[in-house]
């Protein structure tokens, strides 16, 4: 059975970092709240929407290194490798940044792949299975190609878009319950230490 995972914003827990690098910027006031939607909503709001957009880039350059992965995230990993489960990472991103300085943001990544999924010294994705595609659409075809039995991301567009693998099954990430997942059917989990339980419902040859 193969996992594939989106990165950022599935794996990857951005809110401490983009909160860190705004104050240091001076863009925000001290009592926003820690969260990335909130500093991107707050620029937008003042109409800094480019500070917003550079800002994009030196956090998943320069500063990658100091995001930290979700809660449970590598716990599940370990699991699921100890569980005979192949893993993969599929995700999407532009190679440099929009505005700014130009960082290799694919480059950036993997480092952060290598330094941070890691346990007893070994990763827990091996690195043939990490794959950053440049489009949405690469990433969709990237995840039928490599054989996904199940995938999880934070983009309900991503989940239901016409080119999604129809051999795949769909999991929301959805840790702020931003999305009204069941209403469109689409299965949700909240955090990682919901996926191994879920997972075990569904295929029960599977062991907690």
């Known amino acids: 059975m193969r996992l594939g995972l989106d990165f950022d914003n599935t794996i990857v827990n951005y809110d401490g970092l983009f909160h860190k690098v705004a104050l240091e910027q001076g863009v925000i006031p001290a009592d926003l709240p820690v969260t990335k939607i909130a500093v991107r909503n707050h620029l937008r709001a003042i109409g800094r929407e480019e500070v917003w957009t550079e800002m994009q880039g030196y956090v998943y350059g320069a500063r990658m290194d100091e995001a930290v992965a979700y809660p449970g995230a590598l716990e599940f990993m370990a699991w699921a490798r100890g569980a005979g489960l192949g893993l993969a990472i599929v995700s999407h991103k532009t190679k440099h940044p929009f505005l700014g300085p130009q960082y290799d943001l694919h480059a950036a990544a993997r480092a952060w792949v290598r330094h941070h999924l890691v346990a007893a010294g070994a990763p827990l994705i091996a690195p043939p299975s990490v794959f950053f595609e440049l489009t949405k659409e690469e990433k969709l075809a990237r995840i039928g190609a490599i054989g996904c039995d199940l995938f999880l991301d934070d983009l309900p567009e991503i989940l239901e878009a016409q080119s999604f693998p129809a ?42």
């Open 167 to 208: 051999g795949t099954t769909a999991l929301l990430f959805d840790p702020d319950r931003h999305h009204a997942a069941a209403a469109n059917g689409l299965a949700a989990i909240a955090g990682w230490d919901e996926l191994q339980t879920w997972m075990c419902g569904r295929w029960t040859d599977l062991k907690p």
